[in-house]
Structures are given as C-alpha cells and as structure tokens.
C-alpha cells in the first residue's frame, strides 16, 4: 500500500502527504498481525530497545489489594461500560486474564483490565486471574495503546498516555513516537491536546459528565473559558456538534461581553423538544415531591458511581476535586438529615394530638 494509504498502528490513515514513516517496532508489527492472546504470549519478546523480553509465568490468582491501578488515569470508563461488566462478571466469571507488569518494588501494576477490576471489587470477589509481563515502565504504559489496538484509544486517552511518557518518564517526542510506533507530528497534536484541556473540564470527562467529543470541541478554547461552557453543555445536552457550533460562536466574538452575552442565551435557550409539555409541579406538595425524586436519582446514582469507580483511579487531580466536593456535599446532608427529623417529628406529634 502507498504511503498515502498506509494505516498507523492504530488503524487511522496519516494525513495526505505526510512523510512515510520510519520501521515499527517489532511488538507494534505483532500486534497488527496476532489476536490479543497470542499478543500477550510473545509482547514480552520484544521491546524498543530489541532487547529480550519474556511472560513472566502462566495466568496465576492474584488479590485484588495486590494490583495496583494508577495507569487507569489514563483510560476513559462509563458508567455504563463498568455496570456491562460487572453483570457479566457475575454471570460468567473471569474469561480472560488481566494484564500486569511487576514494578521495581515487586508488586504489580495494571495495564490492561481496569473495567475487570472495577467490577471484581463491587462484586467482592477478591481475586482475579492475572498474566505478568516483563516490561519496564515506559514499555507499559505503551503495551495499554497496543493492548487495545482492536478497538483503539478514545483521542483524549492516547493524549494521556503520551503526556504520561513525557512527564513521568520523561523521553522526548521522537522517542514517544518510536515507542508508540507514531510519527513526530502524532506525538506533539496529542501532548497539545492533553495540556490544553482544563482541568475541571477533565474531571467532568472522567466521572462521565462531558462526552469525549465534547470535551474535543472545548478545548479549541481557551483554558479558562471552557468550564462555563462545559457547564452550558452538561445543563443543556448538548451535543458534540452543537458544541462545536457554540465554541466557534464563542471564538468569532470580538470581546468578552459579546462571549458572557453569547453563553447567557445559550442557557436560556427554549427546551428541547422532547422536555416540552412537561408541566412543572405547582404546589408546595409537588414541588416537595419532585425534589425528593430528583435527590432520591441523584444520590442513587451518585452512590453506585464511588462504589464502582475508586478516587484513585479518576486521576490526582480529578480525585482531588471529587474529593474536596464530597466533604462540602457532608454538612449539607447532615442538615437536611436534621431538618427532616425534625419536621417528621413534629407531624408525628401533631397527628398524635390530632387523634
């Protein structure tokens, strides 16, 4: 195939008249070619270095206290996708082995069954099968790209992983792309794109708030700018393409009152469609009870969100704000605890005299 159509290792084709790329790695040319079993036998033969590597042992029970979890940081989970799992977890057991590599403290880290562990820990199975492989740090944090090159990365996860390499262990843009087997180009459009998303915006995005593609489009913004319209976004529903439309509104204005006066109807546009009709609750017994609705689903899916998805894995700094917002949320509870104490005890008592 020519260089116009080649295929990266991801499986997208590099923009028209870009250059052809230099050799994959050995490991990266494997995975185009091998199932993600056979990847996992003979990933640990190869590395970038071409130095031999080699599966530690055969799948072995391992504690779920005993793996560690910091590179989920770089993977996106819905909600939706950790409940799939679980369900099936539960029904059919562990059909394949997580994927590991033994740190240089010899415990061992996840690189690939994040949603597997998830699901073990609310199903409180205590172990899961797992197959360690001989890497070094910077080999598994790129056997997560080539693990999952079937179905790919989302874009912002890719962007992750290389301000991981670039930040935490430190290699240049060229030995990103060697590692990824990507070109120069690649590796800069992806640390960009991680840098320039706000981190506020990111949050969102991991607890499942902003959609990916709306988290794209945001972060043609500046950084400052995008939580507000992240906010228009999640308030409204809005689409990756009605977004998109709104931040190029956004950029076109010539100064801040033009951008305030822009998002101010955008929160006040006409419902959708599908919200028109809908009468809202007149009096005080029915506003009462569409409040307790609206807490009773809030709380409901609030509660299996931190049971299924630990702190640790959103991200230090994603984990750092979930964290701070669930000490605010711990006094206002607690008061609305006392005050509907106390306003069922007084219509107890009150129906008692009544009686």
């Known amino acids: 195939m020519d260089k116009a159509g080649a295929l990266n290792p991801i499986g997208h084709a590099p923009p ?50 005993s793996l560690g979890c910091r590179l989920a940081a770089v993977r996106l989970r819905t909600p939706d996708a950790l409940r799939r799992m679980q369900e099936s ?12 590599y033994r740190r240089a403290d010899d415990g061992l880290e996840l690189i690939d069954g994040f949603k597997r562990l998830e699901a073990a820990r609310a199903l409180d199975l205590g172990v899961l099968q797992v197959r360690a492989l001989v890497l070094d740090p910077s080999e598994a944090k790129a056997a997560i790209a080539r693990l999952n090159v079937q179905h790919g990365l989302e874009v912002l996860e890719e962007a992750w992983l290389v301000r991981l390499l670039y930040r935490e262990d430190h290699l240049r843009q060229p030995e990103i792309a060697r590692l990824l087997g990507r070109d120069k180009s690649w590796v800069s459009r992806r640390l960009a794109l991680a ?23 945001l972060t043609r913004l500046p950084r400052g700018n995008q939580p507000s319209v992240a906010e228009v976004a999640m308030q409204r529903g809005l689409t990756s ?19 305030e006066a822009l998002l101010a109807e955008a929160r006040s546009a006409p419902q959708s469609p ?40 959103l991200g230090a700094k994603a984990a750092d704000l979930v ?12 008061a609305l605890i006392r005050t509907i104490g106390r306003v069922t005890q007084k219509e107890s008592h009150a ?3 009544d009686s």
């Open 16 to 65: 028209y008249g870009s250059k052809r790329l230099k050799p994959r790695p050995v490991c990266a040319v494997l995975v185009d070619t091998m199932s993600r079993t056979s990847l996992v036998e003979a990933h640990g033969a190869c590395s970038r270095s071409g130095v031999q590597r080699s599966v530690e042992g055969r799948e072995r029970e391992v504690a779920l206290q």
């Open 89 to 100: 977890l539960a029904r059919h057991g562990q059909l394949t082995a997580v994927i590991a």
């Open 195 to 217: 840098e320039s998303l706000h981190d506020r915006v990111e949050a969102d995005l991991r607890l499942g708030l902003v959609a990916p593609s709306v988290a794209r489009e």
């Open 241 to 259: 393409h009605q977004t998109a439309r709104l931040v190029q509104a956004l950029l076109l204005c010539a100064d801040e009152a033009g951008r």
């Open 274 to 313: 599908s919200s028109r009709g809908k009468s809202k609750p007149q009096t005080p017994a029915e506003q009462a009870l569409a409040d307790v609705a609206i807490l009773t689903r809030t709380a409901g899916r609030l509660q299996a969100r931190l049971h299924e998805r630990p702190l640790t894995t």
């Open 323 to 334: 964290a701070t917002a669930l000490s605010d949320l711990d006094p206002i509870l607690a």
């Open 351 to 353: 129906s008692l005299v």
